[in-house]
């Protein structure tokens, strides 16, 4: 079974940064596209920033410029670095993969989630 676990959430003052890691584990044959969601309080899930496998970046207008998003394929990992944090970057923030457990499957992979919360 493919499981995704998020790590580096907590508390920050604005201004600050965090370091997010998510690392896949399991029978995975290939990791394609990984990506960064959060979901704010009371909102639906954002897409914040992801990346192809052959580490082609794209961010939302949110957090570009402040973020980072960066993987290493053979650690099957992904972090996002996250910079000037706002209080408004207040969120449970998701990994999701694109994973295949073969040459002919493949399927959407969801991290449990870690809490950013950014104080004012």
């Known amino acids: 079974q493919v499981q995704l676990v998020e790590l580096g959430g907590g508390l920050v003052q604005a201004g600050g940064s965090l370091n997010l890691s998510c690392v896949s584990s399991?029978?995975?044959?290939?990791?394609?596209?990984m990506e960064w969601y959060c979901q704010a309080p009371g909102k639906s899930r954002e897409l914040a920033a992801s990346i192809s496998r052959t580490a082609i970046t794209s961010y939302a207008d949110f957090v570009k410029g402040r973020f980072n998003i960066s993987r290493d394929n053979a650690k099957k990992m992904v972090w996002l670095q996250m910079n000037s944090l706002k209080p408004e970057d207040t969120a449970v923030y998701y990994c999701?993969?694109?994973?295949?457990?073969?040459?002919?499957?493949?399927?959407?992979?969801w991290g449990q989630g870690t809490q950013v919360t950014v104080s004012s």
């Open positions: 399991g029978c995975i044959f290939r990791i394609n596209t």
């Open positions: 999701n993969a694109d994973i295949s457990t073969s040459w002919y499957s493949s399927s959407d992979t």
